[in-house]
């Protein structure tokens, strides 16, 4: 079974700073992974994904991520945070590639302090 | 309009109750889930549907139920409501064979007292 999990509940950075959000993966095939941002009282809106090809993916408001088949990994780059930036970030990879469902890790709330 | 609608937004109810939640979708996508949020553990699937005579348990289906009522409804129901139910519920869809990923609603607060 296909399994996510982000490293650390909670992270803070200053404003300017970079920002760092770490994602694991498992799965048995090629996956699909994806990041998702929720800011208070919304729903979960598409940062950015990887489904083939180029290996480093651009997301919305410069955030960046780039998929490590070696290590399991797709963490989530951002070169300088700004305060709106604040929000809960999820990982999610998908079971399949035909629009199967996601599975979601816990969650990463990211806090900016000016 | 949203593209992907949830009714209610809130929503308290008592112990024993029986409740609905609703989601009604505009983008025309034949995929549809029910999630629920809870601080610390993400989002976990209950159900989801991949078309209208198709409906599958999630990882945590007990005490809920669903409804594909058309392509663009889907509706959850707590048969009977207990306090652990007490969480953020979102609906999303997606479409087969591309991948943009899902379209979340804005989410429905419920709490069970």
């Known amino acids: 079974a296909q399994s996510v999990t982000q490293l650390g509940s909670h992270v803070s950075v200053s404003e300017g700073a970079l920002v760092l959000l770490r994602c694991n993966y498992s799965s048995s095939v090629p996956p699909y992974l994806f990041w998702y941002v929720q800011y208070p009282n919304q729903g979960l809106q598409l940062l950015l994904k990887y489904t083939t090809g180029a290996t480093l993916v651009k997301g919305i408001n410069g955030f960046e991520a780039e998929f490590k088949k070696s290590e399991t990994s797709f963490h989530l780059t951002k070169p300088s945070a700004h305060m709106s930036d604040a929000a809960e970030y999820f990982c999610?990879?998908?079971?399949?590639?035909?629009?199967?469902?996601?599975?979601f890790g816990q969650g990463t709330e990211l806090s900016v302090k000016p | 309009d949203a593209d992907v609608t949830q009714t209610p937004r809130n929503r308290i109810t008592k112990t024993g109750k029986r409740i609905m939640l609703e989601c009604s979708q505009t983008k025309g996508h034949d995929r549809m889930y029910w999630y629920r949020q809870d601080p610390g553990l993400g989002l976990r699937l209950i159900y989801y549907s991949f078309d209208v005579k198709d409906i599958n348990k999630g990882e945590i289906s007990d005490g809920y139920s669903v409804s594909r009522q058309a392509q663009a409804k889907f509706s959850l129901s707590l048969e009977s409501a207990i306090p652990n139910q007490t969480a953020l519920y979102f609906c999303?869809?997606?479409?087969?064979?591309?991948?943009?990923?899902?379209?979340f609603g804005s989410g429905t607060r419920l709490t069970v007292v």
């Open positions: 999303a869809t997606s479409t087969t064979g591309t991948w943009g990923g899902y379209t």
């Open positions: 999610a990879v998908s079971e399949g590639n035909q629009g199967g469902k996601l599975i």
